[in-house]
């Protein structure tokens, strides 16, 4: 089976400008979570999607955004980008909405650079 | 504030030795723990969970860790390390009823000399 992918791979914005990141979970997960990495940290929590219903929301402004599909896939959408939004932006996926019972795989993630 | 922390930005440690990460968790009641390793270029994977019982658990590749309570503390240790074994490592925590929200440390960069 095909674990979780994400495109771009790569992307180059300029500041201003508006981003969409995209996301397909492994088949049959439902939950789709967005992680932003800036280099040197550790992931923060930006969304949680289940059944395309909002689950959570980290401590990220309302230019943050996303949205999950019918079939479980998910965009996280930036709008007026900023320097600090250059970051590894990671998509998680599971078949449930507790990560306490079952286990998020994560993608291999979209580097977004901002200049 | 629910926090994790990765008090060694870098460790180097020669091949066939043991090793041990540090980690340590702030929060208001024990909160479920999990190591995650990520290589260059690739997402994180799962190494090892604690939810409750026994406090040494074993994990993927060799990684054990033991939590400890009364230190608010959860290290990962392996008896040999491998060349393979170079990547960052991070620490994280999920509050009871906090969904799939998982809290990270800073991660710890592991290097092994041959």
């Known amino acids: 089976d095909a674990g979780v992918t994400q495109s771009p791979t790569h992307l180059i914005k300029t500041r201003g400008q508006h981003v969409t990141l995209r996301c397909s979970p492994i088949?049959?997960?439902?939950?789709v979570s967005w992680y932003q990495q800036v280099l040197g940290q550790g992931p923060q929590f930006i969304f949680q999607?289940?059944?395309?219903?909002?689950?959570g929301r980290g401590n990220f402004p309302d230019r943050f955004s996303a949205r999950q599909f019918p079939n479980y896939s998910s965009e996280l959408n930036v709008n007026a980008l900023l320097l600090g939004d250059s970051a590894l932006y990671l998509c998680?996926?599971?078949?449930?909405?507790?990560?306490?019972?079952?286990?998020?795989?994560f993608g291999p993630g979209t580097r977004l650079t901002v200049t | 504030a629910q926090s994790v922390t990765q008090p060694d930005i870098h460790i180097t440690v020669s091949e066939g030795a043991s090793l041990e990460l540090r980690c340590n968790y702030s929060?208001?009641?024990?909160?479920?723990l999990f190591w995650y390793v990520q290589s260059p270029g690739q997402g994180l994977q799962l190494l090892l969970k604690?939810?409750?019982?026994?406090?040494l658990v074993q994990g993927i590749k060799g990684f054990e860790a033991e939590f400890k309570r009364s230190q608010s503390s959860f290290n990962l240790r392996k008896p040999s390390v491998h060349w393979s074994d170079a990547a960052e490592y991070f620490c994280?925590?999920?509050?009871?009823?906090?969904?799939?929200?998982?809290?990270f440390g800073g991660g710890t960069r592991l290097m092994v000399k041959p």
């Open positions: 998680a996926s599971s078949p449930r909405s507790q990560a306490s019972l079952y286990e998020q795989y």
């Open positions: 088949s049959g997960h439902k939950s």
């Open positions: 999607y289940y059944e395309k219903e909002e689950r």
């Open positions: 929060y208001g009641a024990t909160p479920y």
């Open positions: 604690y939810f409750s019982g026994d406090t």
């Open positions: 994280a925590a999920l509050g009871v009823n906090a969904g799939n929200m998982l809290t």
